[in-house]
């Protein structure tokens, strides 16, 4: 065994365990869920700080209420949610969107019953790509977010789009 000693320069960094007022982004690059994708428009394309990269669910028909979950991998204080839907010439598949947090994964695929909705889009939305922001008042100390299409439609309405997701914590 050996001894280092370090510099007295040096010393612990103390992180109080209240949130400060300061604010980041906590969902890129972290692992997700999804239902089936179609094509290439995988679910990881939803946090990938790009919004020319899109998740794209299938069109098969087996998954009328598509969902997607994203793990922060810790519990964060969210405070708010932004999501870029893909609208492109479809604007009524921008529709029955549900934004929820979750401290557990689901026991089951889209069982939320856990979860606070923080945010919905009932849709159509207009011709736009354009960001929508739901703050989360007071913050939640969530470990999952999920966005989930919550009604059944027929084909292609059913279709979920999501360009980019974006969750800011307190921290
Ligand atoms: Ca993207």
Not at 132 to 151: G, L, T
Request: aromatic share 10%; net charge neutral.
């Amino acid at each position: 065994m050996s001894k280092v000693l370090l510099p007295t320069s040096q010393g612990a960094i103390y992180r109080p365990p209240t949130p400060t007022n300061a604010s980041r982004e906590v969902a890129r690059g972290r692992p997700v869920t999804a239902s089936p994708n179609w094509a290439d428009h995988v679910k990881e394309n939803a946090v990938d700080g790009r919004n020319d990269t899109k998740y794209h669910s299938d069109t098969t028909g087996a998954n009328p209420k598509p969902w997607l979950l994203v793990n922060l991998v810790g519990s964060m204080w969210v405070k708010k949610i932004r999501v870029l839907p893909y609208v492109g010439g479809k604007p009524y598949r921008v529709t029955d969107y549900q934004f929820l947090l979750g401290n557990d994964e689901p026991p089951t695929a889209m069982n939320f019953s856990q979860y606070d909705l923080v945010g919905a889009i009932d849709g159509p939305v207009p011709r736009v790509e354009k960001w929508h922001e739901f703050d989360v008042s007071p913050p939640r100390c969530s470990r999952y977010v999920a966005v989930y299409k919550h009604i059944a439609r027929p084909f292609d309405t059913y279709v979920m789009e999501v360009a980019e997701l974006e969750v800011i914590d307190l921290y």
